[in-house]
Structures are given as C-alpha cells and as structure tokens.
C-alpha cells in the first residue's frame, strides 16, 4: 500500500507558482502495545511505521515480553537494518511514560486503556498521536432478527479470548419480545464452552492474562447482580484447572443501564443482557456510554440497518456480525467524543497517521 500513498499537484492562484504536496515520515515512533494480542497489535504499527520510513521504539506489555522478544528475532532474521526497531522491556510507567514524553520520539501510537491512554496524550501532548483506547461495544438485536445467528454472534464476541479484546461485545442490547429467548440460547452456548490449557485441542476458552483482570470482572459481575441482574450460568472463577485466571462464561440478563457492565469495559467473558423498549431507546442506551470503538446489529429490515448504522456512535457498525468482527485494512478506531480514541488503525489508514503532509512551492517564472 506504501506505493500508492500518493501526493497531489494542486492548482494555485499566483501565475507561475506550481504547488506539490507529499507524505513523508513523521521521524522515530514511539509505540507501547498490550498483552491481549501480543503479535497482532504490535505489527499493526511497526509495519506501517517501517514501511512509511519512521523508526520505531518499542514497549510491549510487561507480561508478554517474551513473545515481543520472539517476533524481534523474527524481524532481525529478515534482515532488517540495526536501529530501525528498538525493542525496550520495563514497567509501562518507567519505560512506555519515557519514550512518549522523550522529546527524541516524534509521534506516538498506542493500543490499550483509556486511563493510560488520557495520561500518554497528556505526556505526549503536542506529539501526533494514534490512539486505540478499547470499548464495551453492544451488539443490538431488533426484534426481527435471526436469533440463533445473533446469539452465536453474541457468544464469539463475548467469549473469544477470554472476553480480552478491544472490540469484544461488552453488552447485548435487545427488546422486551425476545431477549428471554435470546438469553436462553446465549446461556446454552456459554455452558458449552470448554476451559482449559490452550494448547489442548478440546479447549474452546483460556485462562485471564491477570490477577486484576479476574478482580475488575468480579467486582462488574457483582454489581450487575446487586442491582438485579438475573445471573443465568457463570459469575464465578473456576479453580481447579492449575490456575486462578479462569473465570467461567457467564450470561447475566436484565441488567440495569447504571450497572457497570453497561457503563464500564469489563474485557472478560461476560455477556450482559439489557432490555430495551423500542429502537429509539436501543439507541439511546448503546450511546449512553463512554466508548464508541465498535458494534454490531441484527435486524432483517433494511431500513432499520441503515439507521442504526448512521445513529450508533462507534467507529464500527458491523451489520448481522459480531462486534468483534474486523480486517486488519479496514478503519478502525473510536468515534468522536467518545473514549475509544483518535485516529485510525488499518492498511492506508495506519499509514496516513504515522506519515504528514509537507508542501512544497515553486516558481517557474
């Protein structure tokens, strides 16, 4: 694609003046990356970067650190030059806060929290900035929907890597008319899931990266319950598989709008049911929360597919597909206003954020 990032000859006003702008490299990329994805999401950048001709220095998440180390030898065996890549191990508020403040670093990309995220562009300020701060994307079933399709939907955006993904469905948003069926069919599916080792062939889900991931879903799980969700199967860890990481699939229906699984990012295997009364307040409840980094609608009304696609605030509206589904060409990122936030990863669009547009004029006269 770097081929074709192409500049423009734009006509100006002044006789003999020709206009020619360009892309070029911004200079060195600072990029700090998470552990849920600990290949994918540190090649989203470094590729592009490289390609565009930025160097990069590189901060992994501490608790993947060997696999950075792994692709590193990778990308030295390829053969690319010393220095292009700099890979530094360290906490992320040593090492990551250095390299985005450093006034050697000339923009910054970074995937993960928006707490982290808000203090990198505090740090960074001034600094051009690609952003992937997370969500709690709903999947949105109208009554009219396919409702084994949204609930295998439901499930793999809820359940596939733990829960541990950016676009992962963090609430189901449905109507009165059939989230009790739906609910049902969700439930089953979670009760099917396999946990265990990952390297087994009959393990269907994983363990948790953290300790404070299977805190922070405890204490969303409770409050959901507290403020009368209905806990359908799950809501607890499953000790006896050789770790304290594995947290059992739950399905909680009913689920209140102020709960925290509604407002918050839960990045665990939960999947919180909220009823709705009509599209209108579908939509209202989808966009009543702080992130917009993706979505996903069910509905076999053409009509209804393209509004809530205009009306939902993500950066993403995946129509009869999970939230969670996504190619690595495609835009993705927050939408404005939100706190999922700026810029956009995929293809082109990674490339246009880590280069700039420069000008140059002259007279021919």
Not at 25 to 34: D, E, N, S
Request: charged residues 20%.
């Amino acid at each position: 694609m770097i081929k074709w990032l192409e500049g423009a000859y734009t006509p100006v006003e002044t006789p003999g003046v020709r206009a020619l702008s360009f892309r070029k490299a911004r200079g060195v990329y600072a990029v700090v990356t998470p552990w849920n994805f600990p290949i994918n999401i540190p090649v989203e950048y470094l590729a592009p970067c490289l390609a565009a001709g930025n160097g990069v220095v590189w901060v992994p998440a501490p608790t993947t650190s060997a696999c950075a180390g792994v692709l590193m030898e990778c990308i030295a065996a390829a053969g690319l030059p010393d220095g292009a890549i700099n890979l530094v191990h360290g906490p992320g508020d040593v090492v990551g806060d250095e390299i985005v403040a450093n006034p050697g670093t000339d923009g910054i990309g970074f995937t993960g929290s928006p707490l982290t995220g808000a203090t990198i562009a505090k740090r960074g300020a001034g600094k051009p900035m690609l952003l992937e701060l997370g969500g709690n994307g709903p999947v949105i079933v109208l009554d009219d929907a396919d409702l084994d399709k949204a609930a295998d939907a439901a499930a793999s955006g809820s359940f596939f890597n733990a829960g541990q993904v950016c676009a992962a469905t963090g609430r189901i948003l449905t109507t009165r008319s059939v989230h009790r069926e739906l609910a049902e069919k969700l439930a089953e599916r979670a009760r099917a899931i396999k946990l265990g080792d990952p390297l087994k062939d009959d393990t269907t889900m994983g363990p948790l990266n953290n300790p404070a991931v299977v805190a922070k879903i405890h204490e969303h799980v409770a409050d959901g319950v507290r403020l009368g969700g209905d806990l359908l199967t799950g809501g607890r860890a499953v000790g006896d598989l050789g770790s304290d990481l594995f947290y059992a699939p739950t399905v909680i229906d009913n689920v209140p709008g102020e709960a925290l699984l509604n407002n918050a990012e839960t990045f665990g295997p939960v999947a919180p049911i909220i009823v709705c009364e009509d599209d209108d307040d579908l939509i209202r409840v989808a966009n009543s929360a702080g992130h917009g980094l993706s979505a996903g609608v069910f509905t076999r009304d053409l009509s209804r597919a393209f509004r809530f696609g205009e009306e939902i605030e993500a950066g993403i509206v995946n129509i009869n597909s999970p939230s969670s589904y996504w190619e690595l060409h495609l835009p993705f990122g927050g939408a404005p206003g939100k706190s999922s936030g700026i810029g956009r990863l995929g293809g082109k669009h990674t490339l246009q954020a880590v280069t700039e547009i420069k000008t140059i004029t002259f007279n021919v006269l």
